[in-house]
């Protein structure tokens, strides 16, 4: 079975500084998605970046990035110039890409808080 | 805005009680999910529906019912529920053909049981 760990359950950083999440997976499969989600107090689940796993270019999205090293199962989340609004729980989530409809696999969350 | 909309948006029920949650997507996707978010747990999955069918994770209780009527709506019914089943619970979406198997979620309904 696959899981799924975050090892940070708190970070904290300041406004326009750049800070990074780390996640780490475990699977025997090769063929899979690896997604960061966040969510703000409103509870609101929201889709910050995605990565397939066949790719080897690091995805990206505007102050997101994330850093893939397949051999290592690892898959952090980089926010540069980071802005009060990004304080939230952020989840590291893992997809299998071998069946229709299969579950995210969550790991237990990150909350980070942004100071000014 | 995400596509997904969940009613009630709170929910307190007694144990005796019956009650449904609903969930719609306008995003034209075939799968559709229920999640619980329960305090200092991941969150975990109750059912999907997927290109027609259901999959169900064997642990859930049966005093959860879902019901997908199509693509669009899916529910989940409740009955004797127990305290320990307060929590959020989430309804997720995505396209799972020629799409990007990216799930979008709802905002959750808080229930408590007391």
């Known amino acids: 079975a696959q899981t799924v760990t975050q090892s940070q359950p708190e970070m904290s950083v300041q406004e326009a500084e750049t800070v990074t999440l780390s996640c780490t997976y475990d699977?025997?499969?090769?063929?899979?998605?690896l997604f960061w989600y966040k969510q703000p107090p409103s509870r609101q689940m929201i889709l910050v970046i995605r990565?397939?796993?066949?790719?080897?270019q690091n995805a990206t999205e505007n102050r997101f990035s994330v850093n893939f090293q397949k051999a290592a199962k690892s898959f952090s989340l980089k926010i540069s110039d980071s802005q009060l609004g990004d304080a939230a729980m952020y989840f590291c989530?893992?997809?299998?890409?071998?069946?229709?409809?299969?579950?995210?696999?969550f790991g237990k969350g990150t909350t980070l808080s942004v100071s000014s | 805005e995400t596509g997904v909309t969940q009613t009630p948006r709170h929910l307190v029920m007694g144990m005796t009680n019956k009650k449904s949650l609903k969930c719609e997507q306008h995003?034209?996707?075939?799968?559709m999910y229920w999640y619980k978010q329960s305090a200092k747990k991941p969150l975990e999955l109750m059912f999907v529906?997927?290109?027609?069918?259901?999959?169900e994770n064997n642990s859930v209780p049966s005093r959860f019912s879902p019901e997908c009527p199509n693509s669009s709506h899916l529910f989940l019914h409740l009955h004797t529920l127990q305290p320990e089943d307060s929590a959020l619970y989430l309804c997720?979406?995505?396209?799972?053909?020629?799409?990007?198997?990216?799930?979008?979620f709802g905002p959750g309904t808080r229930l408590t049981v007391t």
């Open positions: 995003l034209g996707h075939n799968a």
């Open positions: 990565q397939e796993a066949y790719k080897q």
């Open positions: 997720a979406s995505s396209q799972e053909t020629g799409g990007s198997y990216e799930q979008y």
């Open positions: 529906y997927s290109l027609e069918e259901r999959v």
């Open positions: 989530a893992y997809r299998s890409a071998n069946q229709a409809g299969t579950a995210l696999i």
């Open positions: 699977t025997s499969e090769s063929d899979y998605y």
